[in-house]
């Protein structure tokens, strides 16, 4: 039962709840839409903001440990610090440090430990792109959702008119239905555009991320090979 006090205040007859009411059944999903990729806006955000370490100064430092030979540092130094850039490091570094006590050759360490940066990368990136997929389909889904919904609109509207023709001025009694059906419209478009936008905001930073990637594991991958050239030259 509603409350006293709010059906005397045209709670229902004013602001946001008034639009859902008046635009129809298809006003619902799309709510349910927005609600569903505002959660993911705010869960992907909270994820992503990982990327946004300094990993240009932790790789300086990494290479400078490695360029004196000090692997192990440099190990403990990616352990140390947070972000999907010092994990993958990591795993190149462990992937090196266990190559090179096993005697591996230089041109099958490199593979290796190349190999092992890119299966590792390829969950990392995995795991960031995981729910992204529901944004495209809601900024895809809700705007046609809100253009049926109109098409709904209007098919009531027009059949009202046919049924008041004679009786009602035509405008007037198009004007109100037609009104109401671009409702779903327009909330399709509230609701479409920046889940559009958060999905192409939140792909520029993993692609961004992916070519910080190849750039460390290029980078390491010459410091190894440089490495391994002078421990060869001095034996």
């Given at each position: ?8 205040a ?24 927005l ?14 903001k990982?990327?946004?370490t ?6 300086e ?6 360029s ?13 610090a ?9 795993n ?10 096993l ?6 360490m ?7 940066m890119?299966?590792?990368g ?18 895809s ?7 049926l ?29 037609i ?15 920046p ?41």
């Amino acid at each position: 039962m509603i409350p006293v006090h709010l059906a005397d205040a045209g709670f229902f007859e004013s602001g946001a709840l008034k639009f859902l009411l008046e635009g129809g059944p298809f006003m619902w999903p799309l709510l349910a839409l927005l609600i569903m990729a505002i959660a993911v806006i705010i869960e992907r955000y909270r994820s992503l903001k990982l990327l946004e370490t300094d990993a240009g100064t932790l790789r300086e430092e990494v290479i400078e440990l490695l360029s004196e030979d000090k692997v192990e540092e440099s190990l403990k130094l990616c352990d140390s610090a947070r972000g999907p850039v010092p994990a993958i490091l990591s795993n190149g570094l462990r992937k090196y440090l266990v190559l090179r006590r096993l005697n591996y050759d230089q041109a099958q360490m490199e593979q290796q430990v190349v190999k092992s940066m890119e299966n590792y990368g390829v969950n990392i990136v995995a795991a960031l792109e995981r729910h992204l997929p529901i944004l495209a389909t809601i900024a895809s889904v809700a705007p046609m959702l809100g253009f049926l919904g109109t098409v709904q609109g209007m098919i009531v509207a027009f059949g009202d008119i046919e049924a008041n023709i004679g009786q009602q001025n035509i405008v007037q009694a198009a004007a109100s239905g037609i009104r109401v059906a671009l409702l779903t419209t327009a909330f399709g478009l509230i609701v479409g555009i920046p889940a559009y936008m958060a999905f192409n905001y939140f792909t520029g930073l993993i692609n961004d991320f992916v070519l910080q990637v190849e750039s460390s594991a290029a980078e390491l991958i010459e410091v190894v090979s440089l490495r391994l050239t002078l421990d060869k030259e001095n034996s």
